[in-house]
């Protein structure tokens, strides 16, 4: 949780309304509010299976109830809300011996229930809002059901990129990273446009299994004007986007020094990715077809987009 005084402060208020003067939303009362939080979720605890939950006498005394036959009665309100909800109570209300010691070594079994999250939260609906804690932990789990219900919103909304908007974006950051690793390639040493050019070309050697640039293209039926780049699918535009990330970082952080060393690197690179993507199992870069210029592809893409504010307007 924030340790911002700001956020405290709102939680408070939203838990707490006008069921306590201004004052009350103060410095002290705003650690009590996180730390009934940090509370909640240090008393959770985790099966075998790493599934979470919680003891209902944890969270009666939580919730600031001194008798646990009061308690149980939130606990039967709760458990019928499950039902109705049509949700099977054993599932999230699993009833558990629990050992209490009587002191002088003494110990005796008591009635406990092993709870889910979602118990917890029709617990805290059902009990007794007056008191405080319980009243924060109405709200906090309102909050928290709100944001799965954003998230699950979002998850069902979501429209996978076509083909062409994955190429406009990965060409994109393909022009941005490859100034990175122009930079990081002058750092060590790489700074004649000549130097540059070999540099790149002992990339694309290692990525495409010892082709150049020329090469490529006469493989994938390119003209010489026609940059490989910009005629690169969107999985062959992610392979090569690999290639030049991982080298600049490689170039970077072992502070590779020397042209022949840096093109040395380039050249490892570009054949390590192409490794994996035959370990995957996956079509060499070279033998994918060439694709639509991804300069006409984003015009395209841009007229759509405007065509379609022009009808939204």
Do not use: M
């Given at each position: 949780m924030s340790d911002d005084p700001e956020h405290s402060r709102k939680l408070a208020t939203l838990a707490f309304g006008e069921a306590h003067p201004?004052?009350?939303?103060?410095?002290?009362?705003?650690?009590?509010?996180?730390?009934?939080?940090?509370?909640?979720?240090?008393?959770?605890?985790?099966?075998?299976?790493?599934?979470?939950?919680?003891?209902?006498?944890?969270?009666?005394?939580?919730?600031?109830?001194?008798?646990?036959?009061?308690?149980?009665t939130v606990l039967a309100r709760a458990k019928e809300a499950c039902e109705q909800a049509g949700h099977?109570?054993?599932?999230?209300?699993?009833?558990?011996?629990?050992m209490i010691s009587l002191g002088k070594g003494a110990e005796r079994s008591v009635e406990d229930f092993a709870l889910s999250r979602y118990a917890c939260y029709l617990i805290a609906q059902n009990a007794d809002a007056r008191k405080r804690p319980v009243a924060f932990a109405q709200t906090y789990f309102a909050i928290q059901t709100r944001r799965q219900e954003?998230?699950?919103?979002?998850?069902?909304?979501?429209?996978?990129?076509?083909e062409d908007e994955r190429r406009v974006l990965l060409r994109d950051e393909i022009k941005t990273h490859n100034k990175h690793l122009a930079s990081a390639a002058k750092n060590a040493g790489v700074r004649e446009g000549l130097d540059f050019?070999?540099?790149?070309?002992?990339?694309?050697?290692?990525?495409?299994?010892?082709?150049?640039?020329?090469?490529?293209?006469?493989?994938?039926?390119?003209?010489?004007?026609q940059p490989i780049l910009d005629h690169m699918g969107s999985t062959e535009l992610a392979?090569?986007?690999?290639?030049?990330?991982?080298?600049?970082?490689?170039?970077?952080?072992?502070?590779?020094?020397?042209k022949l060393a840096a093109n040395r690197a380039h050249y490892e690179v570009g054949a390590k990715v192409r490794q994996t993507i035959k370990d995957l199992g996956g079509q060499m870069p070279e033998h994918l077809p060439a694709a639509e210029d991804v300069k006409k592809v984003g015009r395209r893409l841009q007229r759509a987009i405007k065509n379609a504010a022009k009808r939204i307007g």
């Open positions: 201004p004052a009350f939303i103060s410095a002290e009362s705003d650690a009590t509010i996180e730390g009934l939080i940090r509370e909640f979720e240090a008393r959770a605890q985790v099966d075998d299976e790493g599934n979470e939950y919680w003891f209902a006498r944890d969270l009666q005394t939580l919730f600031e109830y001194s008798k646990w036959d009061n308690f149980l099977n109570c054993d599932d999230h209300f699993a009833g558990v011996g629990k954003i998230a699950d919103q979002e998850a069902q909304e979501y429209v996978p990129l076509s050019a070999i540099f790149q070309t002992e990339g694309y050697k290692g990525l495409y299994g010892g082709l150049d640039v020329p090469g490529i293209r006469r493989r994938k039926g390119l003209k010489a004007s392979a090569n986007l690999f290639r030049a990330t991982q080298t600049e970082e490689k170039l970077r952080r072992e502070g590779i020094q020397g």
